[in-house]
């Protein structure tokens, strides 16, 4: 909003808030004016015609004829005159009426006087009360202005009133020329603040169009005319100085921008280059805390490995350039997937791959997304080998093994050769975990700990108790998958039922119920693998402490 409109916007309610009271006051004060001048007119004519009403009746009185009817009538006659006489204009009008609001007088003889029956009932408080004070009554739906007087000889309640427009016309024509005199003031006003305010905000629009041309130009050598010695002037001056500085400034500013470009390009270029290497976040952090990346870390997070089995024999039926192409593609379509989900590939070893979550930058999913990268990978295999179809070579089948826990994290290796990578008993796990995809035929498993951590987003499938080579505590390991059918759904409870049983030693009925599951997946391999140690169990139990724990063999 522009300052000559909030100039007139501060201004203009100070000027019509001051009319406005001037306006009303006017009024109120003509209102009270006229109808203290009115009031005591008709309060004179009131008492006038009441004097000569007393008048009257003392002539009857002194004469003893106030039983003649004739006379009375005659009195009665003269009093009418008399109000006729009061009467100076069309809209004032004398009356009188009885206890019964009938009209027993009035000074119009020559047209009817109707009174309405809402409106009789504030005549007969008056004649009640005797009122002789100011009041505005309606008669025959016109609004009057009266004061009367009792007359007790008569037993009449005698009225003088004259039309209310009438009795406030000089107000109402007050009220009409303050109007005018408001809407002339405030039109009149407008065009004295509009004419001040261009005046007084010309200066501050000069400073506004040189700043314009400035930044349309980039030309740092325009300067604002000082065209008065005030504040307005003083902000030109200075702002004049201040673009000479900041002339100055800008040559210095575009050398600086100048080596600050070519340093981004080869930063750019460095980035580039070993982002093939080494994962973005750490290139960043490398550069943000240098001396900090030979400093290694425990951290938990999510290790995934993937493996392409019997990749010795897919190999062999492929030429060179149709193994390397396929690979090139495979690994492409894989390491999108696992950094779409926030992962880091640390390295591929091989035809595998090994990926971790949650690091150099830790997110609150990371376990789940170390779950959806390998759901991911697994659905992308299935379209990748549709491709390797069509041109009449061999897909891939893959493993995937996913373990959650502590690792240390950090860039191992010397001064001349480095990885930023993850060892520890958790990422060996991981590795374990992959091997026994083939063992289990499943194509993916994942440890205990990080199930806990995905239930809620995912189905899984306990799979066996297992206890890696050289260690004593065992590991729940479970299958996982996306969506699951009706007959997935009712094979996996049975095959929990199953397995609680199992290791309840039961293993007459675990069979059986293993029997059932495969009434709903017939070719299940945990089904069929299970029933097989079933009838080993049965042949030869197992010792009284046994735990039901499969040895992990070395892969």
Request: charged share 25%; net charge neutral; aromatic share 10%.
């Amino acid at each position: 909003m522009k300052i000559r409109i909030k100039i007139i916007l501060v201004v203009l309610p100070l000027l019509i808030i001051a009319l406005i009271i001037t306006g009303i006051s006017s009024y109120f004060l003509a209102r009270t004016g006229i109808t203290r001048v009115a009031n005591d007119l008709l309060g004179f004519k009131t008492e006038e015609l009441q004097k000569n009403a007393v008048y009257q009746w003392n002539l009857l009185l002194e004469n003893e004829l106030t039983e003649q009817e004739e006379f009375v009538n005659a009195a009665k006659a003269g009093i009418l005159s008399f109000a006729q006489s009061l009467i100076k204009r069309d809209s004032e009008f004398i009356f009188a009426f009885d206890e019964n609001i009938n009209i027993t007088m009035k000074t119009q003889t020559n047209e009817p006087v109707e009174i309405y029956d809402h409106e009789k009932e504030m005549l007969k408080n008056l004649l009640k009360n005797q009122e002789t004070a100011l009041v505005e009554p309606v008669l025959g739906g016109i609004s009057r202005v009266a004061t009367g007087f009792f007359f007790e000889p008569f037993q009449w309640y005698y009225m003088v009133t004259v039309e209310k427009n009438t009795f406030y016309q000089e107000v109402n024509q007050i009220t009409n020329w303050s109007l005018i005199i408001l809407v002339v003031s405030l039109v009149f006003s407008l065009l004295l603040l509009l004419f001040f305010a261009t005046y007084l905000t010309k200066p501050l629009n000069k400073v506004v169009q040189t700043m314009k041309h400035i930044m349309t130009t980039k030309d740092l050598s325009n300067r604002v005319p000082v065209e008065y010695n005030d504040e307005i002037g003083r902000l030109a001056h200075n702002f004049n100085i201040m673009i000479g500085e900041l002339e100055e400034a800008y040559t210095q500013i575009k050398n600086y921008a100048f080596k600050a470009v070519m340093a981004q390009r080869k930063e750019k270029r460095i980035r580039h280059i070993f982002q093939k290497y080494v994962p973005r976040d750490v290139i960043d952090q490398f550069f943000v805390h240098p001396e900090a990346m030979l400093v290694g870390e425990n951290r938990v997070l999510s290790i995934l490995f993937s493996d392409i089995r019997n990749f010795t024999t897919i190999s062999e039926g492929m030429s060179p350039d149709q193994l390397v192409n396929s690979l090139n593609k495979y690994f492409g379509i894989m390491v999108d997937i696992i950094m779409g989900r926030k992962g880091v590939v640390d390295k591929y070893i091989g035809d595998a791959i090994m990926a971790f979550f949650g690091a150099p930058v830790k997110h609150e999913d990371d376990a789940v997304q170390s779950v959806s990268a390998g759901l991911d990978m697994l659905d992308a295999v299935m379209e990748f080998n549709k491709h390797q179809k069509k041109l009449g070579i061999p897909g891939f089948t893959t493993g995937i093994g996913i373990n959650y826990g502590i690792v240390t994290v950090g860039n191992i290796g010397c001064q001349k050769k480095m990885d930023y990578t993850v060892i520890g008993d958790m990422v060996n796990l991981a590795s374990r975990l992959e091997g026994l995809t083939k063992k289990y035929k499943q194509s993916l498993i994942i440890s205990e700990e990080l199930r806990s951590l995905v239930v809620n987003d995912v189905n899984c499938r306990m799979i066996d108790k297992v206890r890696p080579k050289g260690k004593t505590k065992a590991v729940n390991i479970y299958s996982v998958y996306r969506k699951l059918t009706d007959n997935e759904k009712s094979a996996w409870k049975q095959h929990g039922e199953a397995m609680r049983t199992y290791y309840n030693l039961d293993f007459k009925r675990a069979k059986e119920m293993f029997r059932q599951v495969l009434n709903f997946l017939p070719e299940d391999p945990l089904a069929l693998l299970f029933i097989e140690r079933c009838d080993e169990y049965l042949v030869s139990p197992p010792p009284p402490d046994w735990d039901g724990i499969t040895i992990m063999k070395e892969k």
